[in-house]
């Protein structure tokens, strides 16, 4: 709360219909962050979404958040529903949680419920083939890709880094002050592996996707704490986002890529909105060997650039289908080597006229990252 007495008051938790002692903790530690609105993360497979208030005007609760624990990814779903569930809980007599209950009965039961505040239905947010990739045109508030891409300090190379950092199934960590601009990045970077999400996608039984790329990659706003620790340590691969600068000081082994955000941003005077600061990208010296650059990348490279030059290139789209189109060329440059028993060796690339040695590897590498050895 706002005032220095309710720093010494107890959190006070009600919860339905249960969660794990870890993800209670967390949300416990993590129900506000400052600065921060509705914000979200992730541990054990479970995307918390969290939804802080302020004190209520009756001061009845310095402050209070609600907070929804789920396998689906969803965020403007989560933020939807928070809001209206919150909605029930301030306008209660006596702030009663089971007024949070009724609605979330009603959604379970009928898909949807309203209030004073407004409404809310499942179906507004099931997704269709048009919604499988979100990538939204972004408002004023927020990065665009070619915006992203330009703020990059080398903007082909350091872009290329990104995209083989991702084919080659390495971790990136995005070290930023924003977390709004943090999390339309990592929201940005699956699309240049878009050709995994299908791989990655199984419709639940109510239409939505609960496991597809974005779901499985992200992990947005981890800290140094030992449950994000122990669950990065889990996976191979990753793009985990954070504003904690102990994690990347006392952690420095559990990632590959580090994408450093300026805390300054510049002002675009032409609309009077704020420009992403500029981005610095770096490669950890034990992950040098696996994402050296070779021709591929360097061609890539000279491709973004005339992108990024072309002023009548303007849609985020097409940026981004300029390295979709590179990786489909590459997987079936793969595919057309696999041998007849069905599998891929270091000797089959080079008889296919391939004569570079970094670029044997590097196919190599992404062969055995697509799982085709």
């Given at each position: 709360g706002p005032d220095s007495f309710s720093r010494f008051l107890p959190i006070c938790t009600w919860i339905y219909p249960s969660v794990s002692t870890d993800i209670k903790k967390v949300c416990e530690r993590k129900h506000t962050i400052s600065g921060c609105s509705f914000h979200l993360f992730k541990l054990n497979q479970f995307w918390i979404y969290i939804l802080p208030h302020a004190r209520p005007q009756d001061g009845v609760l310095p402050s209070f958040s609600l907070c929804a624990a789920t396998k689906?990814?969803?965020?403007?779903?989560?933020?939807?529903l928070l809001n209206v569930l919150s909605y029930q809980y301030i306008e209660s007599k006596y702030l009663d949680p089971t007024k949070i209950l009724e609605g979330y009965l009603s959604i379970a039961i009928t898909g949807k419920f309203s209030n004073r505040l407004g409404s809310f239905a499942?179906?507004?947010?099931?997704?269709?083939?048009?919604?499988?990739?979100?990538?939204?045109?972004?408002?004023?508030?927020?990065?665009?890709?070619?915006?992203?891409?330009?703020?990059?300090?080398?903007?082909?190379?350091?872009?290329?880094?990104?995209?083989?950092?991702?084919?080659?199934?390495?971790?990136?960590?995005?070290?930023?002050?924003?977390?709004?601009?943090?999390?339309?990045?990592?929201?940005?970077?699956?699309?240049?592996?878009?050709?995994?999400?299908?791989?990655?996608?199984h419709s639940s039984a109510d239409g939505t996707h609960s496991s597809n790329l974005w779901s499985t990659l992200l992990h947005p706003n981890v800290t140094n704490d030992e449950e994000f620790i122990v669950d990065l340590q889990s996976k191979k691969c990753f793009v985990a986002s954070t504003s904690d600068r102990t994690l990347?000081?006392?952690?420095?082994?559990?990632f590959d890529v580090i994408i450093q955000m300026n805390e300054n941003k510049v002002v675009d005077n032409t609309d009077n909105t704020d420009v992403m600061g500029n981005i610095v990208i770096n490669v950890s010296r034990f992950?040098?060997?696996?994402?050296?650059?070779?021709?591929?990348?360097?061609?890539?490279?000279?491709?973004?650039?005339?992108?990024?030059?072309?002023?009548?290139?303007?849609?985020?789209?097409?940026?981004?289908?300029i390295m979709q189109?590179?990786?489909?060329?590459?997987?079936?440059?793969?595919?057309?080597?696999?041998?007849?028993?069905?599998?891929?060796?270091?000797?089959?690339?080079?008889?296919?006229?391939?004569?570079?040695?970094?670029?044997?590897?590097?196919?190599?590498?992404?062969?055995?990252?697509?799982?085709?050895?």
């Open positions: 689906e990814f969803n965020p403007e779903k989560f933020e939807a499942i179906d507004t947010f099931k997704e269709t083939s048009d919604t499988k990739n979100p990538l939204k045109i972004p408002t004023q508030s927020q990065p665009s890709i070619r915006e992203f891409f330009q703020s990059c300090g080398n903007a082909g190379e350091d872009i290329v880094i990104i995209w083989n950092a991702l084919m080659l199934k390495k971790r990136i960590l995005v070290v930023h002050f924003s977390q709004t601009d943090a999390f339309q990045i990592l929201k940005y970077l699956p699309l240049l592996i878009f050709h995994r999400n299908e791989n990655n996608s990347l000081s006392q952690h420095a082994e559990l992950a040098t060997t696996d994402l050296n650059l070779c021709s591929v990348h360097l061609e890539l490279i000279h491709n973004i650039q005339e992108a990024l030059q072309n002023v009548n290139l303007s849609n985020d789209a097409e940026l981004i289908k189109d590179k990786t489909i060329l590459i997987l079936k440059r793969l595919k057309s080597i696999i041998s007849e028993n069905g599998i891929i060796t270091k000797e089959l690339i080079a008889a296919n006229d391939v004569d570079d040695k970094s670029l044997q590897h590097w196919l190599y590498k992404v062969a055995m990252s697509e799982n085709l050895i």
